[in-house]
T-cell receptor, first 113, second 110 residues
Framework: KAGVTQTPRYLIKTRGQQVTLSCSPI?????VSWYQQTPGQGLQFLFE???????NKGNFPGRFSGRQFSNSRSEMNVSTLELGDSALYLC????????????FGQGTRLTVV | SQQGEEDPQALSIQEGENATMNCSYK?????LQWYRQNSGRGLVHLILIRSNEREKHSGRLRVTLDTSKKSSSLLITASRAADTASYFCATSDSWGKLQFGAGTQVVVTP
């Protein structure tokens, strides 16, 4: 079956702009989680959506938001971009059960200039 | 903040040797998982060990978990050049949220 698809793969934005990233989970998976990966902070959990509801949230400012659609596709939005938002953004798809394996997409590399 | 701390940060070995990396965590967990990441790409799930398990095997991988010491280890036996990657441990709480460690960079030279 098709894996987790993240679009776009690469993105360059200017400070102050906003950006929307997309994640299509594996068919049948209802949970999508988002992570930010940077050299300095490593992998940081942003939030998780399950059946269109935010179920878990990390410690990121309100500029980071997300949503999930009825087909389980998820979008992540970052407003008023800062240089420090440059990172690899990864989404993970799972069935949503407690010990379910998470399948990661290839990520979106965001560069803020 | 990160839940897990991996040790060592980097490891360089030759093909055929074993690679061992450790992960320590701070809070109680439901399970602990290990992932591999090749050169800034997506993460690949390797193995999951539940909090009531002590050891688990999958192919050339062996994972141990010591909940009293809040630590886990990943052993890769008979390493290959294709094992070159970063390895992360991730703890899962009762909500299923994954918290990752900083990772161990493993380089396997032919």
């Amino acid at each position: 079956k098709a894996g987790v698809t993240q679009t776009p793969r690469y993105l360059i934005k200017t400070r102050g702009q906003q950006v929307t990233l997309s994640c299509s989970p594996i068919s049948g998976h209802r949970s999508v989680s988002w992570y930010q990966q940077t050299p300095g902070q490593g992998l940081q959990f942003l939030f998780e959506y399950f059946s269109e509801t935010q179920r878990n949230k990390g410690n990121f400012p309100g500029r980071f938001s997300g949503r999930q659609f009825s087909n389980s596709r998820s979008e992540m939005n970052v407003s008023t971009l800062e240089l420090g938002d440059s990172a690899l953004y990864l989404c993970a798809s799972s069935s949503g059960r407690l010990e379910a394996e998470a399948f990661f997409g290839q990520g979106t590399r965001l560069t803020v200039v | 903040s990160q839940q897990g701390e991996e040790d060592p940060q980097a490891l360089s070995i030759q093909e055929g040797e074993n690679a061992t990396m450790n992960c320590s965590y701070k809070t109680s967990i439901n399970n602990l998982q290990w992932y591999r990441q090749n050169s800034g790409r997506g993460l690949v799930h390797l193995i999951l060990i539940r909090s009531n398990e002590r050891e688990k095997h999958s192919g050339r991988l062996r994972v141990t978990l010591d909940t009293s010491k809040k630590s886990s280890s990943l052993l890769i036996t008979a390493s290959r050049a294709a094992d070159t990657a970063s390895y992360f441990c991730a703890t899962s709480d009762s909500w299923g949220k994954l918290q990752f460690g900083a990772g161990t960079q493993v380089v396997v030279t032919p």
